[in-house]
């Protein structure tokens, strides 16, 4: 849905954490997507809009570039 422009960034990050962290059965998965996921979720969960976020604890957290990308390449990997 993000990369259709339906949901905001914010709401794929927010849904792919609640999903992949609270509701998948990672014994469904395959031993790509279980790889793909994990590195999406790793980045997703150090996603910040907020500016003042990467002032105060630079490297700690990706912007909206950087999130985007990541989506963006774990979803041509799956297809």
Same mark, same amino acid.
């Given at each position: 849905?993000?990369?259709?422009? =339906?949901? /905001? ?5 927010? =849904?792919?954490? *609640?999903? *992949?962290? =609270?509701?998948?059965?990672?014994? /469904? ?11 999406? /979720? ?14 105060? *604890?630079?490297?700690? *957290? ?18």
């Amino acid at each position: 849905m993000y990369i259709e422009n =339906k949901i /905001s960034l914010r709401a794929f990050s927010d =849904k792919f954490y *609640y999903c *992949y962290g =609270k509701e998948i059965d990672f014994n /469904s998965l395959t031993e790509k997507e279980e790889k793909l996921f994990d590195g999406l /979720s790793t980045v997703t969960a150090r996603y910040s809009e907020f500016l003042e976020d990467h002032i105060k *604890y630079p490297g700690t *957290y990706v912007n909206e570039i950087e999130l985007d990308s990541k989506i963006r390449e774990v979803n041509s990997k799956l297809k």
